[in-house]
Nanobody, 118 residues
Framework: QVQFAESGGGLVQPGGSLKLSCAAS????????MSWYRQPPGKERELVAV????????FSADSVKGRFTISRDNAKNTVDLQMNSLKPEDTAVYYC???????????WGQGTQVIISS
């Protein structure tokens, strides 16, 4: 059974930082591209960042480029998202998932809530 356990969310002031982590299980993590998505309040879920199986190729959405960094540890089956210079518009529930053929592969986990507010 595939599972994603996202953690690390919270309430942070604008300009602050957070590091999200996702523990994945139930599939062959080391050969899967992994991704972070987010769903802002009242909006559709959107892609934030993607990392290749070996970590040598990374995509970041324009809205987070230069501020967010995706990384992975294939020994631990984890994928992280370091978020710096946070803005109120980064407020969302953040999810991880495997990615293939331009979309997510598995059912969603619970996500982790990020709120950016002063």
């Amino acid at each position: 059974q595939v599972q994603f356990a996202e953690s690390g969310g919270g309430l942070v002031q604008p300009g602050g930082s957070l590091k999200l982590s996702c523990a994945a299980s139930g599939f062959l993590f080391s050969v899967a591209a992994m991704s972070w998505y987010r769903q802002p309040p009242g909006k559709e879920r959107e892609l934030v960042a993607v990392i290749s199986p070996t970590g040598d190729s990374i995509f970041s959405a324009d809205s987070v480029k230069g501020r967010f960094t995706i990384s992975r540890d294939n020994a631990k089956n984890t994928v992280d998202l370091q978020m710096n210079s946070l803005k109120p518009e980064d407020t969302a529930v953040y999810y991880c998932n495997a990615r293939a053929r331009g979309t997510h592969v598995y059912s969603w986990g619970q996500g982790t809530q990020v709120i950016i507010s002063s």
